[in-house]
């Protein structure tokens, strides 16, 4: 069983910075497909980022050029670093792991752009 810690999430000012994380235990990182998806209040969960065993990326339009997915498969966590935050950023972050047939989701990160 694969399972998915999130951590990094807050409240930040338009133009700020965050970086999310998300730990995984079980299974075996490196060949398991990461993402990033986000929830904003009465709106659909959406797709941020996603990044390959190979790290290839794929982003969201939205993100392109501000946000940044990466994954250290020594220490078993996929990053989002998020630049230049906007206040349309704000939402639930959830971490995403595909490993062989099964999806396994976090218990997802608050990040808030407010002033």
């Known amino acids: 069983q694969v399972q998915l810690v999130e951590s990094g999430g807050g409240l930040v000012q338009p133009g700020g910075s965050l970086r999310l994380s998300c730990a995984t235990s079980g299974g075996i990182f490196r060949g398991m497909y990461m993402g990033w998806y986000r929830q904003a209040p009465e709106k659909q969960r959406e797709l941020v980022a996603l990044i390959t065993s190979i790290s290839t990326t794929n982003y969201a339009d939205s993100v392109k050029g501000r946000f940044t997915i990466s994954r250290d498969n020594a220490k078993d966590t996929v990053y989002l670093q998020m630049n230049s935050l906007k206040p349309e950023d704000t939402a639930v972050y959830y971490c995403?792991?595909?490993?062989?047939?099964?999806?396994?989701w976090g218990q997802g990160t608050q990040v808030t752009v407010s002033s």
């Open positions: 995403y792991a595909k490993w062989r047939t099964s999806e396994y």
